[in-house]
């Protein structure tokens, strides 16, 4: 059985880019939507699809222990946090997202 916190630290280590999310969040649906305006890749966990090992909430609680975010989304670049939907916005409005992303080779 893999922990939450062995799922998102396997995770952010095999992509350059994560994104924990939930289908229902706006600010999850903000996050994609900036990552994919630029033609960023990225691999996207849907927390309310997971199944029972770990689970949504194990997984949220693993991204709240590593970073002590504990709101979706939670967008990780070059397996560091910078945040949740809005703070993705402003790194990309600030000329700074699409730096990161290239050095994370995600674009």
């Known amino acids: 059985m893999v922990s939450g916190v ?3 630290k396997g995770l952010i280590s095999q992509h350059a880019v994560v994104v924990f999310s939930k289908t229902t969040c ?3 649906r903000m996050a994609k939507d900036v990552l994919s305006s630029v033609g960023a890749r990225y691999h996207v966990v849907e ?10 909430d194990d997984v949220q609680n693993a991204c709240h222990k590593l970073t002590g975010q504990r709101t979706v989304p939670n967008v990780f670049v070059g397996g560091t946090s910078i945040g949740g939907g809005s703070d993705t916005a402003a ?15 995600a674009l």
């Open 6 to 8: 062995q799922l998102v």
């Open 26 to 28: 706006p600010y999850c």
């Open 47 to 56: 927390l309310n699809q997971l199944g029972d090992e770990p689970t949504g």
């Open 91 to 105: 790194l990309h409005k600030a000329g700074k997202l699409v730096p990161l992303l290239r050095e994370a080779g």
